[in-house]
């Protein structure tokens, strides 16, 4: 299959990538100005924070005040995760235009997470549903562990296609699909596609790797060559997975970025203005960027 003219990067670094940001809480002021400078660089859609509870994710304690304090750009979505009808209500309180809710493929995972088995999770997405449509809210749905779970392993691929059907027929609106601790190769990632897009056309389905065996960008091109035109990246490779030994961020939206440039794909985003958000992040929390491309270009002097 031919690659994708354009491809539409999903931006996961505000609320995926400081999710599990360890030590002292990240400034509200300090997520704002990372999701404007996001919007500014020309992502049009942003995950910028999670309406969970604080006991769990102390760092999206401040969800509302986030939503509400964006300076909003025309043409750019900014979301938000939703796990149940608390937070949904929430989000639409803050103004919120699209949410997200999340299931695993791995029945253990999905124990370890969020205590209840994958049947359970998704009957608890059916009032979040419901309320969202109402609200005229869309919604979209994350797979976890679709290429491996650090407590069962290799996982079907006709599993993965199981649930992600069941978050479709649902209502959510695309499918991301998300190698959660970073495990996958080409062709895993190859065959977990094939059997989901058997119950889901490849235009509503997104690809969510992380770079823990420095396999991701293999992962994104050999997804790309099966259709997939729809990339979850996080700037500066912020993020990581708390169940997983040694799970390493998100693929880094400048490597990202620099492949698709490299294969003519078009994003409508400025690669050094996302190098420099990396950079001056990545100077916030106390390290520098997790990008290859970033350490290889550095920050532009102007």
Known sequence: MSLPDSVRLFEMSPRDGLQNEPGTLVPTATKIA?????????????????FVSPRW???????????TG??????VTYSALTPNLKGLESAIAARVEEV????????????????????????????????????GVRVRGYVSCVLGCPYEGDIDPERVA?????????GCYEISLGDTIGVGTPLKAKRMLDAVNRQIPM??????????????????????EEGISVVDASTAGLGGCPYAQGASGNVATEDVLYLLEGLGINTGIDLQAVI????????????????????AKGRSHT
């Not at 994710?57 to 939503?67: E, N």
């Not at 823990?212 to 992962?219: H, P």
């Open 70 to 75: 964006i300076q909003r750009k025309e043409g």
């Open 162 to 170: 199981e649930v992600a059907k069941a978050l479709w027929e649902l």
């Open 100 to 135: 997200a809710v999340f299931a695993a493929a791995s029945e253990a995972f999905s124990h370890k997470n969020i205590n209840c088995t994958i049947a359970q999770s998704l009957e608890r997405f059916e009032p979040v549903m419901a309320r969202a449509s109402e609200a």
């Open 276 to 295: 420099d958000t990396g950079y001056w992040i990545t100077a916030e929390l106390g390290r520098t960027p997790g990008s290859r491309v970033a350490q």
């Open 34 to 50: 990372l999701i404007e400078r996001l919007a500014d660089a020309g992502m049009t859609h942003i995950e910028a924070a999670s």
């Open 203 to 224: 235009n509503q389905l997104a690809v969510h790797f992380h770079d823990t065996y420095g396999q991701a960008i293999a992962n994104l091109y050999a997804a790309l």
């Open 57 to 67: 994710v102390p760092q999206m304690g401040d969800a509302s005040d986030v939503m």
